[in-house]
């Protein structure tokens, strides 16, 4: 396969910062020495919930951009609620804590936007597309999302030409998303969400999954075909970085924003009672975070008697986390409680696993982040109701810190390399 046209729609890209812009930003990394020419399509005036300039220096000089206007609703929303996130992105307050203009920004986002405040982008993008396609002679297209109002320009665009070759990359599932069900829906926009899902799921040719459980939900779904390609770590970060020697503190690491959804309570009682019971624990503990934490989570930490051990960096460059992590004695990953979040596997996970730093996560049981964790030999995975269990592993990790660490990156780990990654894509792309 030589220089194959393949055009990727994307709402994130450099300067977006956050997880959703790394996926396709690596990919298009490594995709030209595989042969595949990538072409970004990508908003020329995003509404981004998070900014990381930084990553415009990564961006392939080689990789064509191509960009439209977009319209979105947020700036009204955000000039009438600026201090909630809800209507941008899945950071949900407790229900009993949301005020009334919340309540109703989450109202109108699932009900009067569907499936997201981005479709306005979706008919422009349609009419741009079936020429830009036919006059670069391209006839493979890409639609990531969320937001999925981007697989519906992939949708028509199919159905204007049925020759086109169409893959539907879900970074995140659509309805059977956690915090779907906090969209305070009618019936009506449930049925609309569901309907449009399952259009896009039964007319791609391949519909590609992040996650393992996710995939089996597409098929159950009714998708022709489901493969999954994981997210993935750069092996350079990794590879080039040093960690520091002669530091005595134990350094508890979460990277990444942390809503109280999400929040690990059974880690800070955890934490409390080893403490109380451990002075030379207490005497080296430091609990770092890079992200931004929600007054709840801080409240959380308040309560359990760890605020005094906080150090909160705030929201820094994807490569400044990736020094934090490399520096920490353990990782901390979480997850929604609930069952239909066994297949979320966060991006961080597989950057973590780099590191190989001990990784305690905790979340619902059997998910896919506890698979990955065993397949690498990285870690242990918890539930919220066990506490001993968490406490006696956080316990060992700080006996054994002193540890030698492995040299090298294990064939276990590096098989979730972006460029191994990258490979998968293109193989799967040459069959089509």
Request: aromatic share 10%.
């Amino acid at each position: 396969m030589e220089n194959r046209k393949v055009l990727i729609v994307t709402y994130y890209w450099p300067p977006a910062g956050g997880p959703g812009v790394q996926r396709w930003l690596k990919f298009s990394k490594y995709l030209p020495e595989l042969g595949i020419q990538p072409i970004i399509y990508t908003p020329e005036n995003p509404s981004y919930p998070q900014l990381d300039e930084s990553l415009l220096t990564e961006i392939p000089k080689e990789i064509k951009v191509v960009k439209t206007k977009i319209w979105e609703p947020y700036q009204i929303a955000e000039f009438l609620n600026p201090k909630s996130k809800a209507y941008k992105v899945g950071q949900f307050e407790k229900k009993e804590k949301q005020s009334w203009l919340t309540k109703v920004s989450v109202f109108i986002r699932g009900n009067f936007f569907i499936p997201d405040a981005r479709k306005f982008w979706i008919q422009p993008s349609i009419q741009f597309l079936k020429k830009y396609l036919t006059e670069n002679e391209i006839d493979t297209i890409i639609t990531t999302g969320p937001p999925h109002s981007l697989h519906l320009i992939g949708w028509k665009l199919k159905q204007l030409n049925p020759d086109l070759k169409w893959l539907a990359d879900f970074r995140d599932p659509w309805t059977q998303i956690s915090y779907h069900s906090e969209l305070k829906l009618t019936s009506f926009a449930q049925k609309k969400h569901e309907n449009l899902e399952k259009k896009v799921l039964q007319s791609a040719d391949v519909v590609i999954a992040s996650s393992f459980s996710d995939a089996e939900n597409y098929k159950k779904s009714g998708a022709n075909r489901v493969e999954v390609i994981t997210n993935g770590f750069e092996e350079s970060d990794f590879t080039s970085l040093i960690k520091k020697s002669g530091n005595s503190s134990f350094i508890i690491t979460y990277s990444g924003g942390l809503e109280m959804a999400r929040n690990p309570l059974v880690i800070w009682k955890a934490l409390q009672e080893i403490i109380q019971e451990n002075q030379e624990f207490k005497e080296k503990l430091q609990l770092v975070f890079y992200g931004n934490i929600s007054k709840d989570v801080r409240n959380s930490l308040q309560e359990n008697g760890l605020i005094d051990f906080v150090i909160e960096k705030g929201y820094v460059s994807h490569k400044e986390s990736i020094i934090g992590i490399k520096e920490a004695s353990l990782l901390i990953l979480t997850n929604f409680p609930d069952e239909k979040s066994k297949g979320i596997i966060p991006g961080k996970l597989f950057e973590y696993v780099a590191t190989q730093n001990p990784i305690l996560a905790v979340g619902p049981s059997d998910s896919d982040v506890e698979k990955i964790l065993i397949e690498t030999q990285s870690g242990n995975y918890f539930t919220q109701e066990e506490k001993e269990s968490v406490k006696q592993y956080i316990s060992a990790v700080f006996v054994n810190r002193n540890q030698n660490k492995k040299e090298g990156i294990s064939e276990k780990i590096q098989v979730y390399s972006r460029r191994k990654l990258a490979g998968k894509l293109a193989e799967l792309i040459a069959t089509l």
